[in-house]
T-cell receptor
Framework: ELKVEQNPLFLSMQEGKNYTIYCNYS?????LYWYRQDPGKSLESLFV?????AVKQEGRLMASLDTKARLSTLHITAAVHDLSATYFC????????FGTGTSLTVIP | GAVVSQHPSRVICKSGTSVKIECRSL??????MFWYRQFPKQSLMLMAT?????????EQGVEKDKFLINHASLTLSTLTVTSAHPEDSSFYIC??????????????FGQGTRLTVV
């Protein structure tokens, strides 16, 4: 059974600080996705990573993929309150397998 | 703009009644759609895969007679919760994958449906 684990599950960080969310998965895949979910809302696509070594950046968020280590990271730079949300990674193999989610709270 | 539209966004129904949720791909054809259920503060749980022109594939533990899925066309899949009970109250999300360039397949998600059974 494919497992997708995120670390940490809960993250409270101060504005202006940096932090990294980790996504580990248990089988080979070269497609890794990151999504954001606000309370009561559906998922918003953030990044699609398609190859080993892929790195993508959008604003204060940067995602990377290491397929050999079966690891993806989502790095937050100089956090702001608007980034408070739950972040999910997902691995695609015939279907999408979602990670456990990381609930991020950015405090002033 | 949204490429997958899900309706309704919220519904309250009485126990014992049935509720239909629609999921439409707006500007592409989706031979496959996925239906997820999400409990508060948890991840998405795949319920079933909807296949256009054939029967849906249900995940283990999901009652196919209770959660009826119909994929009537290349742009529409419906999930009907039959004889709803309070424990069926949840957030239901549909998803449709769209193949792009360079084999880049991305999943687009509907807005979700908050079902409350009273």
């Amino acid at each position: 059974e494919l497992k997708v684990e995120q670390n940490p599950l809960f993250l409270s960080m101060q504005e202006g600080k940096n932090y990294t969310i980790y996504c580990n998965y248990s089988t080979t895949s070269d497609r890794l996705y990151w999504y954001r979910q606000d309370p009561g809302k559906s998922l918003e696509s953030l990044f699609v990573l398609l190859s080993n070594g892929a790195v993508k950046q959008e604003g204060r968020l940067m995602a990377s993929l290491d397929t050999k280590a079966r690891l993806s990271t989502l790095h937050i730079t100089a956090a702001v309150h608007d980034l408070s949300a739950t972040y999910f990674c997902a691995v695609a193999i015939n279907q999408f397998y979602f990670g456990t989610g990381t609930s991020l709270t950015v405090i002033p | 703009g949204a490429v997958v539209s899900q309706h309704p966004s919220r519904v309250i129904c009485k126990s014992g009644t049935s509720v239909k949720i629609e999921c439409r791909s707006l500007d592409f054809q989706a031979t496959t759609m996925f239906w997820y259920r999400q409990f508060p503060k948890q991840s998405l749980m795949l319920m079933a895969t909807s296949n256009e022109g054939s029967k849906a594939t249900y995940e283990q533990g999901v009652e196919k007679d209770k959660f009826l899925i119909n994929h009537a066309s290349l742009t529409l899949s419906t999930l009907t919760v039959t004889s709803a009970h309070p424990e069926d109250s949840s957030f239901y999300i549909c998803s449709a994958p769209r193949a792009g360039r360079s084999m880049n397949t991305e999943a687009f998600f509907g807005q979700g449906t908050r079902l409350t059974v009273v």
